[in-house]
Every structure is written in C-alpha cells, then in structure tokens.
C-alpha cells in the first residue's frame, strides 16, 4: 500500500513570477520542501497565460459555463442566504469550480489546504471528501480595523463568515501563535486540533547575501505597501527623524501606494510626502520605487544598509522572512508574528509598535555600528536556515496532514 500524500493548495495566483504575493509565495516554498511521498497540485483561478503544468489547474476553465449553478441555488430558495452572507456570484462559481477539480482528479485527494478568506471552507466542507485545512494568513477581524474597513457593509459577514469557515475545518494551521492566540480569543474557540507552522523560506546564496560595504552610500530600503497595514506612514515619519541627524542617508521605498487616510484625510506617497515633511534637504533623498519584481528586491536587499518594516500588524510576512535568510540587518515593529521571526539583538532589532522615535532610534544605532550590523547578519542567515528552510518546515507540516488523517 502506497504511503504517499496527496495535497492541493487553492492558491490566489500562479505561478509565482506572475503573481507575486505572500500566499503565493507560501505554497511555492512549501511544495519546494516535501519530498517524493508528498504529490502537490495546485488549484488557482488567475493562471498565467499559456503556462502549462500537469500539477496544476485552471479553476476559471471549470467556472466556464456554470451558471446552471446559481440558477439552481436561487430556485432552492438560497438567494436570501447568498445576499445574507454576502457571497457574491463568482466566489459561488469559484466554490463550485473547486468541487469540480476535486472530483476531476486521478487520485486520491487526502488535503485540500485553503487561506481562511471570506470562509470558504463551510461552503465546501459538505460538498468534498479530503479534509479541509485551513492556514490563517491573515483574518479579516485583525486587518479590517487596521485599514479602517471596520465600518464597510460587509465587514461583519466577512468576518462571520471566516470565523464559521475556521470552526468547521478539519485541521487549522497559523504561521504565528500570536494569529492562533488572536482567533481563539476572538471567536471564543479552543481549536484544540491547530498547529503552529512558520512560514518556509527559501535560502540565499553566499554571492546573493547581504555584505557590509563602507563604500557604498548608506541606505534604508523600505519594503511594503504604502498603507495603514504596512505603516508605510510610519516608515516615512521616521526617515524624517533621521535624515535631521544623518545629513546623507537615502530611503528607499518600494511598494504599492495604496494610500493613508490621517485624520479623515486621503494621502498617496508623494502627497504624504509633501505634506509631512516640510524640509527639502530631507525630501530630496527620498525615492519611491513603487511595485518591483523579487529580483530586483533582492538585490536591493543586497546592497541596502539596513530594511525596514513598520508594520502596524504582520502575522509571518514573507518579506521579512526574506530578509533575514538575506542576512541583511533589519528593524521592526514589535508586532503579531514578526517577535517569531526576530529576536532582538540577536537577528534583528525590534522598535515599539507605532513609533517613529522608536524605529528611527533603533535604525540609528545600527548605522552607527557596522559590527553590530554584521553579527545580525550572520546569526540572521544562520536561524533563518535552522528554523525556515523549506525542508524543514514541509517536514512539519506533512506530519500534520497525516495527523488529520489519521484522525478523521
């Protein structure tokens, strides 16, 4: 009898070049990991154009004509039930694209993983046979108040509708105990059955790590959307305290803008900017890079004095974990799972949440002391090797599977 697993990912994207995200990134680095008894197909509605992978399907080709399927539901008398929980018609479509591609395989599906967004497992709990898992990437209950989302109509359904889809999953896995902690908190539930995985990363190699080079202008690169969630804000305002005691230091700042709002008032980068910072001198060494591709962040990484997070909340940011198999010295907020990733004065160095003071003291130091620098970076790259390689992790996580399984 064969010993071998079988598990599919619903993932947003694929593949990773075309869609990079932290959930993307995730899975690829995860399936890097397992070995042969571990088979991995990949279930995604946003395929790259002409890719073609026998491990992979197109959900979006299975929603093709499905319509049948919300007539049916509405005739059933479900439309009340659609409005209600605020599923609008191509997530049903999605949801019915996936029970398709489960019962379309050639094997034995023992997992189907999926992220906790808008609850998705309590629409497909009855309707498969593998177990669900559920990994937490990142609850709608932590991050809609973040973004001020908290007010939107459908704020309480979405985040119902999450809680209901973790309650019902057969296994839960969390990348953080502070996400584990939040969501047992939050909806009064022991999930007895959840395990605490970190987040795998791929390692760098020596002529791709970071190096101290007392030649090269000194940098903080800031990686992350320009937003609320990502303290995009707090970045800038703490790059404002510095750059008043370092007359040459540069920020570099890459991301997405999408915009914060302070006191009522809409800002995008430059408008923030303009606005926050008052000085030219400081202005002028301010660049905004806008989205990059992960080449072209790693090499940034490479060449930068130090990188940043500023977080208002992360549960295990993949960019972090970047980071530091970088070896590159890094500050962060005090924030959910990133105190997992960064132990102070030994990997990294951790500034109070919503602090610019307190980042740019920390930033401060560091630039002060190369020999710091360079012990954070080797103890960082060393862990991150120890504690993240997808090996490692996919290691932990079959055993869970097969724990599910088994007690199914």
């Not at 093709?64 to 059933?76: D, E």
């Not at 970045?235 to 540069?250: L, Q």
């Not at 130090?306 to 890094?330: K, Q």
Request: proline letters at 5%; hydrophobic letters at 40%; a neutral charge.
């Amino acid at each position: 009898m064969s010993n071998k697993l079988s598990v599919a990912y619903l993932s947003p994207g694929w593949p990773l070049a075309a869609y990079p995200n932290g959930i993307v990134t995730y899975i690829q680095n995860i399936i890097s990991g397992f070995d042969e008894q571990v088979i991995s197909t990949i279930m995604t509605t946003k395929l790259e154009s002409g890719y073609l992978d026998d491990s992979v399907i197109d959900l979006s080709q299975l929603s093709k004509n499905n319509s049948y399927f919300m007539r049916a539901l509405l005739r059933g008398g479900a439309n009340k039930y659609i409005e209600k929980k605020n599923i609008d018609y191509k997530f049903s479509l999605s949801n019915q694209s996936v029970i398709k591609a489960v019962n379309s395989l050639d094997k034995t599906l023992h997992i189907l993983e999926l992220e906790e967004t808008f609850g998705r497992a309590q629409y497909l709990i009855k309707k498969i046979a593998p177990p669900l898992v559920t990994r937490l990437h990142g609850p709608w209950f932590i991050h809609g108040p973040i973004m001020k989302l908290d007010r939107n109509t459908n704020y309480q359904d979405r985040v119902a509708s999450e809680g209901e889809g973790i309650l019902v999953s057969q296994g839960v896995t969390a990348p953080s105990l502070n996400v584990l902690n939040k969501v047992r908190e939050f909806y009064g539930c022991l999930l007895p059955e959840a395990k605490v995985i970190p987040n795998p990363i791929l390692p760098v190699s020596k002529e791709n790590q970071w190096q101290y080079d007392p030649k090269l202008n000194q940098t903080i690169l800031v990686v992350g959307r320009f937003d609320l969630h990502k303290g995009g804000d707090l970045g800038v305002d703490a790059f404002r305290i510095i750059a008043s005691k370092n007359k040459e230091v540069e920020l570099l700042f890459v991301g997405p803008d999408r915009g914060v709002i302070v006191n009522n008032q809409s800002y995008n980068f430059f408008e923030y900017v303009d606005y926050f910072i008052p000085e030219s001198s400081i202005k002028e060494r301010i660049k905004f890079l806008g989205h990059c591709n992960a080449h072209e962040i790693a090499k940034l990484r490479k060449k930068s004095t130090i990188t940043v997070m500023c977080s208002r909340y992360d549960n295990f940011p993949m960019s972090l974990l970047e980071a530091v198999a970088t070896g590159s010295p890094v500050v962060v907020t005090a924030v959910g799972g990133m105190t997992e990733i960064i132990i102070n004065d030994f990997n990294g160095l951790l500034a109070e949440p919503e602090s610019p003071e307190s980042i740019a003291d920390n930033i401060l130091q560091l630039l002060d002391n190369p020999e710091k620098m360079k012990f954070l970076s080797r103890n960082a790259i060393k862990d991150s090797q120890e504690r993240f390689s997808p090996e490692i992790v996919a290691k932990q996580t079959e055993m869970y599977y097969r724990s599910i399984i088994t007690t199914k």
